[in-house]
C-alpha cells in the first residue's frame, strides 16, 4: 500500500496498484530519479548480485511517467524471455511494450490524445518513446508549470541558444529528425531532438 501511494504522486492514481504489482511481481528496485537530461528512464538488467533496476525521472507528468514505466518494464519483459540476443526496440520489445500497455487503456487512464499518439507510435517500434515526435508533443500538452517553455524547432535557423547546463549553441539545418547545432564553448557539433527546451530572450 505505501508503495500505491508514492507512485500515485507521479502517474494516473489507477494505474499506480498495477506498477506496484509489478514491481513486487519482478522483484525489481525502482527509483524515482533526479532530471535526467539525456533520458527519461532507464532498465537495467540482473548483474552480479543486483537483480532488475529501473528508473524515471521524478519531473515527468503523469502520462510521460507512466509511459515511460510501461517502456522500461517492457525492456525488463524483453531480457527475461531473450536476454542480449534481440534488439533493444525490435518487435520482441515492441510487443511487450503492447500487452503491458493493455490493461491501462482497459483502465481508460490516458487522455484520448495520448492515447492515440500511442498507438501510433507503436506502429514505429525502431523509436523509443522520446524520440517519437508525435507522442513527444502529445504527452509534452500536459506539463505542469511550463507555458514559457520554447522548444528548439519553434526558433529560427541560426538563432543563439542556451540549453539548461549553460553552454550556448547556433542552430543548424535538420538533418533527419535531429538539429544540427554548433556550440559556441567547445566548436563541437550536437544534434538536438526538435522538442529539446532551450533559452533565447536571456541571449538578447
Known amino acids: 500500500m505505501e508503495n500505491v501511494k508514492l507512485l500515485q504522486k507521479y502517474m494516473p492514481e489507477q494505474a499506480a496498484?498495477?506498477?506496484?504489482?509489478?514491481?513486487?511481481?519482478?522483484?525489481?528496485?525502482f527509483k524515482i530519479s533526479k532530471t535526467r537530461i539525456t533520458k527519461?528512464?532507464?532498465?537495467r538488467h540482473p548483474y552480479q548480485n543486483k537483480g532488475h533496476r529501473i528508473s524515471v525521472n521524478f519531473n515527468l507528468n503523469h502520462y510521460?511517467?507512466?509511459?515511460?514505466?510501461?517502456?522500461?518494464?517492457?525492456?525488463l519483459l524483453t531480457w527475461n524471455d531473450f536476454k542480449n540476443k534481440v534488439k533493444p526496440h525490435g518487435n520482441e520489445w515492441k510487443?511487450?511494450?503492447?500487452?503491458?500497455?493493455v490493461p491501462f487503456f482497459d483502465l481508460g487512464v490516458f487522455p484520448a490524445d495520448v492515447h492515440k499518439a500511442i498507438?501510433?507510435?507503436m506502429a514505429n517500434p525502431a523509436a523509443s518513446s522520446c524520440s517519437d515526435l508525435h507522442l513527444a508533443r502529445a504527452l509534452k500538452k500536459y506539463d505542469v508549470n511550463k507555458i514559457d517553455t520554447l522548444h528548439l524547432e519553434q526558433i529560427p535557423l541560426n538563432t543563439i541558444f542556451k540549453i539548461k547546463d549553460g553552454r550556448r549553441f547556433t542552430k543548424g539545418e535538420r538533418i533527419r529528425k535531429?538539429?544540427?547545432?554548433?556550440?559556441l564553448?567547445?566548436?563541437?557539433?550536437?544534434l538536438f531532438?526538435?522538442?529539446?527546451?532551450?533559452?533565447?530572450?536571456?541571449?538578447?
Open 119 to 121: 498507438d501510433h507510435y
Open 193 to 204: 531532438n526538435p522538442l529539446a527546451e532551450v533559452f533565447v530572450n536571456e541571449l538578447n
Open 95 to 101: 510487443k511487450n511494450f503492447q500487452r503491458m500497455m
Open 64 to 75: 510521460s511517467f507512466l509511459v515511460t514505466t510501461v517502456h522500461e518494464f517492457a525492456h
Open 17 to 29: 496498484p498495477l506498477i506496484a504489482k509489478w514491481i513486487d511481481y519482478f522483484q525489481c528496485e
Open 40 to 43: 527519461l528512464g532507464d532498465y
Open 185 to 190: 564553448d567547445d566548436k563541437r557539433i550536437y
Open 178 to 183: 535531429r538539429y544540427r547545432c554548433v556550440c
